[in-house]
């Protein structure tokens, strides 16, 4: 039994919005790791906060320092989520504007590729962000010069 033209359309669509499909459960596996990543650095701000009031002189100075960085790197997982949310939802719009496209035979490729394209400056930005989130982490945990240095009797 041959396919309707409608539903030979919707099979067609289908086929076409597979691919940015996968691309949203590629972008769901980057935020679950970045918002795990997040949660990770709120309990990390969380210990420093309370040892940050029991503490006095350069250990005092030292959980200051630390919280700083935490809170910018709070600040830059948060912006690499709301990039990577964004160009999921630039996906979503651009299967969403497949099926309008085709089933509605509206000429709308050309807003396709740039709603696409938009999803990947976003998705860029995002790991850029997160890029630099996880460099800055690096440098939060160093070993202090101090601790490396021999005791002097």
Same mark, same amino acid.
């Given at each position: 039994?041959?396919?309707?033209?409608?539903?030979?359309?919707?099979? &067609?669509?289908?086929?076409?919005?597979?691919?940015?499909?996968?691309?949203?459960? $590629?972008? $769901?596996?980057?935020?679950?790791?970045?918002? #795990?990543?997040?949660?990770?650095?709120?309990?990390?701000?969380?210990?420093?906060?309370?040892?940050?009031?029991? @503490?006095?002189?350069?250990?005092? &100075?030292?959980?200051?320092?630390?919280?700083?960085?935490?809170?910018?790197?709070?600040?830059?997982? *948060? *912006?690499?989520?709301?990039?990577?949310?964004?160009?999921?939802?630039?996906?979503?719009?651009?299967?969403?504007?497949?099926?309008?496209? %085709?089933?509605?035979?509206?000429?709308?490729?050309?807003?396709?590729?740039?709603?696409?394209?938009?999803?990947?400056?976003?998705?860029?930005? #995002?790991?850029?962000?997160?890029?630099? %989130?996880?460099?800055? @982490?690096?440098?939060?945990?160093?070993?202090?010069? %101090?601790?490396?240095?021999?005791?002097?009797?």
């Amino acid at each position: 039994m041959p396919f309707s033209p409608i539903l030979h359309t919707v099979a &067609e669509t289908i086929q076409a919005a597979l691919a940015p499909v996968f691309l949203l459960a $590629g972008l $769901g596996a980057i935020l679950n790791v970045m918002v #795990g990543r997040l949660a990770r650095i709120v309990d990390r701000s969380r210990q420093l906060e309370a040892l940050h009031l029991r @503490s006095i002189g350069p250990e005092r &100075e030292r959980h200051i320092e630390e919280l700083r960085l935490i809170d910018g790197r709070i600040g830059m997982i *948060n *912006n690499a989520v709301y990039l990577v949310v964004m160009a999921a939802v630039a996906i979503c719009l651009v299967v969403a504007m497949l099926f309008v496209a %085709e089933l509605g035979n509206f000429q709308i490729g050309q807003v396709i590729a740039v709603t696409f394209i938009v999803s990947m400056l976003l998705l860029t930005g #995002g790991l850029l962000c997160f890029l630099i %989130e996880i460099h800055m @982490s690096v440098r939060a945990i160093r070993v202090r010069s %101090e601790l490396l240095e021999p005791q002097k009797p």
